[in-house]
T-cell receptor
């Protein structure tokens, strides 16, 4: 079983609509959780970094939430744009300098 | 543009061969990370160097090795290549030693390796 599970694996949404991506993790002790956006063929770009004490963090139209008790995080995209089409990767940093990656949520925004 | 450069952008080679991927970190960053990304596995952390020394090891095969030079650029050497090594290889850099802290990792554009 993967240490970081993301769902849905892929989704298609209409431009202007909202969507929410889920990330559940099992690793511990938790250090921080990051969401990255990766355009096709490009390197990942950091969207948010959240520590244990942070419940919500926003970056423009992206809002991440974290529930460290249930080990769940979400990334909400508001008023989606065509440029939001990408893979969104959840990464959990834990223990002594260790990290676990989700396989990503593939988002396709259509006009 | 993250400030991290990787060369070459694409590499096509045959099984059994050896290749070297190169990464130049952002100016001032001391840490370099190497990642492998394949379609079925997602991103996998391979290895980290900090100021010339190996700092952390992930799922790196014995056929793979890396080093960081005094000018802080890094090279990832892949030998006895197999079909399954075909993937995107990313390098990332950060200023700090420990990735568990709140340092930002900046990813390069990647090298796409195809093993035929």
């Amino acid at each position: 079983k993967n240490q970081v599970e993301q769902s849905p694996q892929s989704l298609i949404i209409l431009e202007g609509k909202n969507c929410t991506l889920q990330c559940n993790y099992t690793v511990s002790p938790f250090s921080n959780l990051r969401w990255y956006k990766q355009d096709t063929g490009r390197g990942p770009v950091s969207l948010t970094i959240m520590t244990f004490s942070e419940n919500t963090k926003s970056n423009g139209r992206y809002t991440a939430t974290l529930d460290a008790d249930t080990k769940q995080s979400s990334l909400h995209i508001t008023a989606s744009q065509l440029s939001d089409s990408a893979s969104y990767i959840c990464v959990v940093f834990y223990g002594n300098n260790r990290l676990a990656f989700g396989k990503g949520n593939q988002v396709v925004v259509i006009p | 543009d993250s400030g991290v450069t990787q060369t070459p952008k694409h590499l096509i080679t045959a099984t059994g061969q050896r290749v070297t991927l190169r990464c130049s970190p952002r100016s001032g960053d001391l840490s370099v990370y190497w990642y492998q990304q394949s379609l079925d596995q997602g991103l996998q952390f391979l290895i980290q160097y900090y100021n010339g020394e190996e700092r952390a090891k992930g799922n790196i095969l014995e056929r793979f090795s890396a080093q960081q030079f005094p000018d802080l650029h890094s090279e990832l050497n892949l030998s006895s290549l197999e079909l399954g090594d075909s993937a995107l290889y990313f390098c990332a850099s950060s200023p700090l030693k420990t990735s568990g802290r709140l340092d930002e990792q900046f990813f390069g554009p990647g090298t796409r390796l195809t093993v035929l």
